[in-house]
């Protein structure tokens, strides 16, 4: 069983940036965020291979967000920056320890979760 424990969310203006922090207590294969907004499904954000190091991105967060990893804390972060009013949510951590062929915002495929952290942006 892995735990996540996710920080960093908070409220901040149009234009601003906040870094969420997620860390594992055990082996995962993939680390990824998701968002959900009222009324909304839960939609990935941005997801870490660990084994390959390599990204993704959704089409909102490519070329604002960034997603890292500290491999010796084993934690994820997500930077995000030029923050929207529209990018106002719950954000999850995701973490799956198995391999599959499923994309990598399939919301289903992940076994561990966080607790969620809240992000508001104003305008």
């Known amino acids: 069983q892995v735990q996540l424990v996710e920080s960093g969310g908070g409220s901040v203006q149009a234009g601003g940036s906040l870094r969420l922090s997620c860390t594992a207590s055990?082996?995962?294969?993939?680390m990824a965020w998701f968002r959900q907004a009222p009324g909304r499904e839960r939609e990935g954000v941005a997801a870490f291979s660990i084994t390959t190091g390599i990204t993704y991105y959704s089409d909102s967060a490519s070329g604002r967000f960034i997603i890292s990893r500290d491999s010796a804390n084993n934690t994820v972060y997500l930077q995000m920056n030029s923050l929207k009013p529209e990018d106002t949510a719950m954000y999850y951590c995701a973490a799956k320890s198995l391999t599959s062929s499923y994309k990598w915002d399939q919301v289903t495929d992940y076994r561990y979760w966080g607790q969620g952290t809240q992000v508001t942006v104003s305008s």
């Open positions: 055990g082996y995962t294969w993939r």
